[in-house]
């Protein structure tokens, strides 16, 4: 478990599976995502079985938020694309339940994977990929410290047009010591 003030992430459980079926089959969650089909109960179950396959630091992590007096499931959060010799990794992370959008949890949680990363895992560069329409993704990264690295131009199709991928990149040494 890692623990913030207010969020905290720990592994998935199969009986997660439900909640991502109905996050991910929602399109306005679903929409800068890459993910253009629906998804399936099997689908999800078998994303799961494969999660064994791949390494600690690329376990997805389920974000949570203390509501209501307990923690409510509310997202997902993870690291892809783990470069051992570079010590780079890419991040990527969704809030499902909408009504916690905007709200500074998706700040917080990448402040609690930043430390992970850098402090636990020992990354060197942490990057993400995001669609240029994502303005709330954007704003979200940049308070965070993530820096503009660059621009695939007209990389990605949705909604009948092709749209621009940004690039947003952060080094160890530009994220803040722990408690500093
Ligand atoms: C992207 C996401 C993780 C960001 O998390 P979040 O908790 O909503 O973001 P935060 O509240 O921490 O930060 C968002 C910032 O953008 C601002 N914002 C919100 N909606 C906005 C909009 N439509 N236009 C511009 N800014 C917006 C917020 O006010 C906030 O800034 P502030 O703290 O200065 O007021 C979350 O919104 C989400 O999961 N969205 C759907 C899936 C997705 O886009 N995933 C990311 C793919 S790269």
Not at 38 to 57: C, G, M, T
Not at 92 to 107: A, H, Q, S, Y
Not at 161 to 174: S, V
Request: aromatic fraction near 14%.
């Amino acid at each position: 478990m890692i623990i913030g003030d207010g969020v905290r992430l720990r592994g998935i459980d199969q009986g997660d599976l439900p909640l991502f079926v109905r996050w991910l089959n929602d399109p306005e969650v679903r929409q800068y995502l890459a993910l253009y089909a629906p998804q399936s109960n099997a689908q999800e179950e078998k994303w799961f079985e494969n999660l064994e396959k791949l390494s600690i630091a690329e376990q997805p992590l389920m974000m949570e938020v203390w509501h209501d007096q307990k923690w409510k499931a509310i997202g997902d959060i993870s690291f892809v694309a783990v470069d051992q010799q570079a010590r780079n990794a890419e991040v990527g992370l969704f809030i499902g339940e909408k009504e916690f959008w905007g709200k500074g949890i998706g700040t917080q949680t990448l402040a609690l994977m930043l430390d992970y990363g850098f402090f636990t895992l020992n990354f060197h560069r942490i990057y993400l990929r995001v669609y240029a329409l994502n303005v709330r993704g954007i704003h979200c990264y940049e308070k965070v410290g993530f820096k503009h690295e660059g621009k695939m131009r007209e990389a990605a199709y949705l909604d009948g047009e092709y749209i621009d991928i940004l690039w947003m990149g952060i080094l160890k040494d530009e994220w803040k010591r722990k408690g500093s």
